[in-house]
């Protein structure tokens, strides 16, 4: 019986790196505009390169793209970019359709509610707050909580001794096969692949399920809490 649904932040419960995108295509052409004098293309592929290299989470990302590139800091090209990041993110900071549904849902029927994201605390609780998901969870697990990323044992430990929950009563959703989907099934949970926001080209997620639209997941958890009290 399925007792706790968790769930990814990024991907799964927002178009997060349509978000990215826009912001950064933002950033850029105000840096240009302030007298950044790289190509805006160039300069996207600069910051992107760093992201996948240190992380997508970097808070120093353009701090490090600049310095890299003139040995030093312009700090008027460096403040124009911040906020050009910052007012596109608020513009673009969307869920994909039916999350809230789905969640209110869930809600509704009794299940317990989690979060597991690999992403610091702060930036965790900002997404969450500003898209007004903060009261549907019971429990949110960043990675200062445990130290450590998925697909470590660690966090899908963490949260399902917060929710009081077995592995084998809750199902992960993310859209990182290799992060949400094997972390989350080597402790023995179900999992549901987040389909709809794939981002890594993936063929295969070895789930359990796959999600074409998150409100999928319901029919999932009303199918085998059928089965399980017949």
């Known amino acids: 019986m399925i007792k706790a649904v968790i769930l990814d932040i990024d991907n799964t419960l927002?178009?997060?790196?349509?978000?990215?995108?826009?912001a950064v295509d933002s950033a850029v052409d105000d840096m240009i505009d302030a007298g950044l004098n790289i190509p805006k293309e160039e300069m996207v592929e600069k910051i992107f390169k760093i992201y996948w290299e240190e992380g997508i989470e970097d808070q120093n990302i353009f701090d490090k793209v600049l310095t890299k590139e003139f040995g030093e800091i312009d700090y008027r090209?460096?403040?124009?970019?911040?906020?050009?990041?910052?007012?596109?993110?608020?513009?673009?900071?969307?869920?994909?359709?039916?999350?809230?549904?789905?969640?209110?849902?869930?809600?509704?029927?009794?299940?317990?509610?989690?979060v597991v994201s690999d992403a610091p605390r702060l930036p965790v609780w900002l997404r969450i707050v500003a898209l007004g998901l903060h009261h549907y969870f019971d429990h949110i697990v960043t990675f200062e909580d445990?130290?450590?990323?998925?697909?470590?044992?660690?966090?899908?430990?963490?949260?399902?001794?917060?929710?009081?929950?077995?592995?084998?009563?809750?199902?992960?959703?993310g859209d990182w096969a290799e992060r949400d989907i094997k972390g989350a099934k080597n402790i023995g949970m179900l999992t549901a692949w987040a389909k709809y926001g794939n981002e890594f080209d993936t063929v295969k997620s070895g789930a359990d399920y796959?999600?074409?639209?998150?409100?999928?997941?319901?029919?999932?958890?009303?199918e085998r809490n059928k089965i399980k009290t017949q």
């Open 77 to 114: 090209i460096l403040a124009a970019g911040i906020l050009g990041y910052k007012r596109a993110k608020e513009g673009h900071m969307t869920l994909y359709p039916h999350v809230k549904l789905t969640l209110t849902k869930l809600l509704k029927s009794g299940i317990k509610m989690g």
């Open 146 to 173: 445990t130290g450590e990323r998925k697909p470590s044992p660690k966090p899908f430990t963490k949260i399902l001794q917060l929710l009081e929950t077995k592995p084998e009563e809750a199902i992960m959703i």
């Open 210 to 222: 796959e999600l074409e639209d998150i409100q999928d997941i319901l029919k999932i958890v009303d």
């Open 14 to 22: 927002m178009d997060f790196m349509r978000m990215k995108r826009a």
